[in-house]
């Protein structure tokens, strides 16, 4: 499983090259069944949604590919002592999002740390994602990314980019991204709701559904090689 590197560490010019060796020492992913954890978040917005979106998700991951996942989601906050211990974070929700000083901090390192966070607007939580998102990474953009992007053909190919599951807003599905020294450390679906698709609690013909795994499979695929 990726290892991540306490923020100690990484106060030092050479933290790249101790995650390398990390990596390098058979700490990478694939090692053994590894766990998405779902980031716990104040605000008012409900992090809660759709609980079995994550367990429906892994054992599809877990069927299709070669990556072993936990078929339970853990449930972190940002506060945690046990965070550095899920590389992957899952947000969703509805409404607004609130991080304290101290949260911002602790996702900062997290994701210069080799972290990884995928945040799927469940209609309602854009404005504050992306406030609280900027907190966190000021010097860097949300920035879309083209259908071309890798992301997109990793495992299941998606030519015309990120596809567009349940219909909140007007216009197209959009994927941003925010990147960290190069790598893709942030993702941000709106108005496409990937992970409604992947939960059995609402009406989504069959065809959307696998479009749903299928990128959700993308996502894990990507993670897992970045």
């Known amino acids: 499983m990726r290892r991540l590197l306490p923020s100690a560490i990484l106060s030092c010019r050479s933290a790249s090259l101790w995650f390398i060796i990390l990596l390098l020492a058979g700490a990478a992913l694939g ?6 954890a779902r980031l716990k978040y104040d ?3 409900d992090w809660y949604n759709d609980p079995d979106a994550i367990p429906n998700l892994a054992r599809e991951v877990n069927r ?8 339970q989601e853990a449930q972190i906050s940002l506060l945690d002592e046990k965070l550095y211990n899920y590389p992957f974070l ?3 929700g509805h409404g607004n999002i609130s991080f304290s000083e101290a949260e911002v901090t602790r996702l900062r390192g997290f994701l210069e740390a080799g972290g990884f966070l995928y945040a799927d607007d469940d ?8 406030r609280e998102i900027a907190r966190v990474l000021p010097r860097n953009d949300l920035v879309e990314l083209p259908p071309d992007h890798p992301l997109f053909s990793i495992h299941y190919r998606f030519p015309d980019g990120i596809p567009k599951i349940h219909e909140h807003e007007e216009g197209p599905p959009r994927a ?18 990937i992970s409604d698709g992947w939960s059995d609690a609402h009406d989504n013909p069959p ?3 696998e479009q749903a795994f299928r990128m959700g499979v993308n996502i894990l695929a990507w993670f897992a090689s970045d």
């Open 90 to 92: 899952f947000m969703t």
């Open 207 to 209: 065809e959307v559904r």
């Open 123 to 130: 209609h309602g939580m854009d404005e504050a994602f992306r």
């Open 43 to 45: 605000g008012g917005g």
């Open 64 to 71: 299709r590919t070669g990556i072993r996942l936990v078929e």
């Open 176 to 193: 941003f991204g925010m990147f960290v020294d190069g790598r893709l450390a942030v993702l941000y679906t709106f108005n496409t709701n």
């Open 31 to 36: 090692s053994g069944p590894w766990q998405i």
